[in-house]
């Protein structure tokens, strides 16, 4: 028993650097000659005798309750070897799944303490800036939601989602009989067949620009109000209370506030399934750090911030949030009981799935939370997905116990973590589990859920510095990887992923555009089957019923320079000869960055794609192309202009979404929506927002 | 005993068990503090040689825990052995070693420092009980005694931890009622 416990204990021992024959290594060796140096010297011993003897007697109090003479062991005791790391003992240890949860609040406490403390590391302050943007950056990616438009809605379109069924927050939604846009702080409600504005809500103090998305079910809206200002980083850590705001609004008659609902935290992104939203909120612990004291070493102020997480209490990893409705305003805490964990986790980040009947209100928001990363959410009908993306060095910065040396974790290899909840039931979503990648997604889009198997397209930089592309396949149940095809576009940046079934498609693009075709049939044995190399490249890819594929993107030259807006229609019915069949080019149209697929609409009925283009060239700027498809054609049949804002400021609004109501294809700009006829283009009609 | 002597019995203690030695620091402590302390129970060792029972090994561990204790009374108060642990539990990509590391580590935070000591010398650094006994400076009944409780209190946070049969914690938590 001692031994079977013996074993446990050491299987559970850190491995150090004294445990590879220390003493007999060249370290060992200039130790031992030290110890030789100064054991001659008379008066450093005597020194250090001092300093010790008086102090050990009540230590060995304080360890061993019977004090006692040291009791020599009999002679004859055989002592073992050095204790070795527990690399044998690894194997022997039964699999099991890791817990989820925490069981109890002091588990749940000792454990966030632990890990945090763990993950909890200096960065130097010059550094900071540097992170901010990128923390911006992948925020921003990830918020770039997408779609595939939900066929079989006959009389209107709807934002162009990345699954059919899963809806997406976005800056406009239509039901068919009426458009509700967000802008500027502002929620206005159009009558699609009046084409008169009904309703206006402002749902900021002034009218300024917010970041601002909406989801629309039934006579509910529910608008996302996103903070100004800096991504992530609160002040010392801790969360800056000024979160995205979601608001619940009535619109069965004049727009009202039916409730606001305020997370502590950065909003990450929102699903919505029929009635019932899915909030993403990511929060980083409360933690009272000491002020740095820049005359301590390093190791001492890393010690001292360690403590400071050692000691912070349960509600410091606890996200909150308030709730206001029906004048009642309500601070509330997700219980611990709801607070679960990967495996594997720094304690640094907690995510948080919030869920809001749009039809019940703000009663029960039931949170779970789960102490992991997460920038990126994807959904299908029944599981949602959270992914997060490496870190750039070091998990987990903290402006407070900044300062010293660089200490990216070169330990932290460059891995995706993918967290799946199940979201079947309309109550809380229940966590499943967790897997990763190598590498980094480029957005929601790099993940499909398709047949019990969750595809990924990762792309990781290798130790020479040359990025490439893989394909996993994973086992949706165990998030295990069961293939993968890798080598895709070395040295190239990855510009647009799309699934279809068991399809993938993958651009990467340097100077040439390969269009890569991955026949992901088999789980276990992904592989790309075919490859068309390309001038320019394609962002945005959107599969047509009929095995064809339009790309939207960039055209450029075979030096590899951008010479201007392309969209192309691809021939892919046969996996291995990807053949491109049409394109249109507008060398007047140059686009800048990658196209935000809800500003895509493609209305198969008219055989319609309308892109808005956005260039520096003044003439152009702001409009959008209306294309035709049909067979193997893509004709360009016009633009669509805004009315210039005549000043001051004096400008063009730039069209930022398409859609087709009643018949007309109306386009919306910052400024208001256009009515047009869906064949001329020509102009029915203008509904400002000023 | 001549200079001589001393210094073959010296490289001959610090070949056994300098490795350790020098672990039972590391994982208490930052690594310059290791070594200083280190070369301290060294030199402490060659200027008591006569003195020191035989084998060493218990003695040594008892002479590096005041010694460690000393240096960090002066440094800071709380426990590096934590932040080892944890740091370790991070670090390890095999699941199930991940959570009974993390088991280990959370339930031994609950535990008292002297209930640590017990229940690692042995499962770490391979000291035999009457050795541990000699490291913690008391007699191998109490040393057996005070392993005991330790032992149970272990078992039962361990168990109010939730970990049960099944896990590798919960075969910790078995094992250690057993």
Aim: charged share 20%.
């Amino acid at each position: 028993v001692a031994d079977e416990l013996d074993r446990w204990i050491a299987a559970a021992r850190p491995h150090t650097d004294a445990d590879d024959g220390w003493a007999a290594s060249t370290a060992g060796a200039q130790a031992l000659a030290a110890i030789q140096a100064g054991g001659r010297s008379r008066h450093t011993t005597s020194r250090r005798r001092r300093a010790w003897s008086a102090a050990g007697v009540g230590l060995a109090t304080a360890a061993c309750a019977i004090v006692a003479l040291a009791a020599v062991g009999p002679p004859s005791l055989h002592v073992p070897p050095a204790a070795r790391p527990p690399a044998g003992h690894t194997t022997r240890v039964p699999l099991q799944m890791a817990l989820a949860g925490y069981n109890t609040c002091p588990a749940a406490l000792a454990a966030l303490r632990a890990h945090t403390a763990a993950s909890t590391t200096l960065v130097p302050s010059y550094q900071m800036y540097a992170y901010d943007a990128q923390l911006g950056g992948a925020a921003r990616s990830a918020v770039v939601p997408d779609a595939v438009a939900a066929q079989g809605q006959p009389d209107h379109s709807s934002t162009n989602v990345q699954e059919a069924g899963v809806d997406e927050p976005d800056i406009v939604k239509t039901d068919g009989t009426r458009i509700v846009t967000v802008v500027n702080g502002v929620l206005r409600v159009v009558d699609a067949k009046t084409r008169k504005l009904t309703g206006t809500l402002r749902l900021t103090k002034q009218p300024q620009y917010q970041p601002a998305n909406l989801l629309l079910f039934g006579d509910r809206a529910l608008v996302v109000l996103q903070p100004q200002g800096v991504y992530g980083m609160a002040q010392g850590s801790a969360p800056t209370g000024a979160g995205p705001a979601y608001t619940l609004v009535d619109l069965s008659g004049l727009p009202t506030v039916i409730g606001t609902f305020t997370p502590n935290g950065n909003y990450v992104d929102a699903r919505m399934i029929g009635s019932t939203v899915r909030l993403v909120v990511s929060s980083a612990p409360n933690i009272k750090y000491p002020t740095a004291n820049w005359n301590q070493p390093e190791a001492k102020r890393l010690a001292a911030a360690k403590s400071a997480v050692l000691a912070a209490p349960l509600r410091a990893w606890q996200p909150t949030y308030q709730v206001t409705q029906d004048g009642v305003t309500a601070n509330r805490v997700v219980p611990c009981d709801q607070i679960q964990h990967p495996a594997q986790y720094t304690g640094q980040t907690m995510l948080t799935v919030y869920t809001i009947d749009l039809t019940k209100g703000l009663g029960a928001l039931s949170p779970i939370s789960l102490a992991a990363d997460g920038d990126t959410v994807y959904a299908t009908a029944s599981s949602l997905y959270i992914a997060s993306n490496p870190a750039w060095f070091g998990c987990c910065l903290r402006y407070d116990v900044i300062v010293g040396g660089a200490r990216p974790r070169p330990s932290l290899p460059q891995r995706t973590q993918i967290h799946r909840f199940d979201i079947t039931s309309s109550g809380a979503p229940r966590y499943l589990g967790s897997g990763s990648v190598p590498g980094r997604l480029l957005s929601s889009y790099s993940l499909s859920d398709y047949d019990g198997h969750l595809r990924v397209v990762a792309t990781a930089v290798t130790s020479k510095g040359v990025s490439t592309t893989s394909v996993y396949v994973l086992d949706a149940d165990t998030l295990k990887v069961t293939g993968s095809a890798g080598g895709l576009g070395r040295g190239q940046q990855v510009y647009a992923v799309r699934f279809a079934g068991p399809v993938a498609y993958v651009v990467t693009f340097r100077m040439l555009d390969p269009l890569y075709v991955l026949d992901l049939h088999d789980p276990a044995d992904p592989r790309e089957v075919g490859q068309l190399e390309l001038t320019g490249y394609s962002s945005y890819l959107y599969p047509l019923p009929n095995g064809q594929l339009i790309g939207v993107g960039q055209d450029g030259n075979s030096k590899g320079l951008v010479t201007g807006l392309q969209v192309s229609l691809f021939d892919v019915s046969d996996p291995a000869a990807p053949t491109r069949l049409a394109h249109v080019v507008g060398r007047d149209l140059r686009g800048e960055g990658q196209l935000d697929p809800h500003a895509f609409l493609y209305w198969p009925a008219k055989g319609l794609i309308v892109v808005p283009i956005d260039t520096w060239k003044e003439s152009e700027t702001g409009k959008a192309l209306v294309l035709h498809v049909s067979g193997s054609q893509l004709t360009r049949l016009g633009t669509i202009t805004h009315p210039r804002h005549t000043g001051p400021p004096d400008y063009v609004p730039g069209i930022q979404r398409s859609m087709v109501v009643d018949g007309s294809l109306w386009t919306m700009s910052s400024a208001g929506l256009k009515v047009s006829d869906l064949s001329t283009l020509a102009d029915q009609g203008w509904i400002p927002f000023s | 005993v001549d200079d001589v002597d001393r210094r073959a019995v010296l490289d001959e203690w610090f070949r056994t068990y300098a490795d350790r030695l020098l672990a039972y620091l590391l994982h208490r402590t930052d690594r310059e503090t290791a070594q200083d302390v280190l070369q301290e129970l060294f030199m402490t060792a060659y200027r008591k040689a006569p003195d020191v029972p035989e084998p060493p090994v218990g003695w040594l561990f008892a002479t590096a825990r005041r010694l460690l204790a000393n240096k960090r009374r002066g440094l800071r108060r709380h426990d590096d052995l934590l932040a080892r642990l944890a740091d370790d539990v991070a670090a390890t990509n095999d699941e199930p070693v991940a959570e009974l590391k993390q088991a280990f580590a959370q339930t031994l935070a609950a535990l008292s420092p002297g209930d640590r000591e017990v229940l690692t010398l042995s499962g770490w650094y391979g000291l035999t009980p009457a050795e541990a006994a000699q490291a913690l400076d008391c007699s191998p009944n109490a040393y057996n005694v005070r392993l005991h409780r330790a032992r149970r209190r272990l078992s039962e946070h361990l168990t109010s931890a939730g970990y049960e049969a099944g896990t590798p914690a919960g075969q910790l938590a078995e094992a250690l009622r057993g």
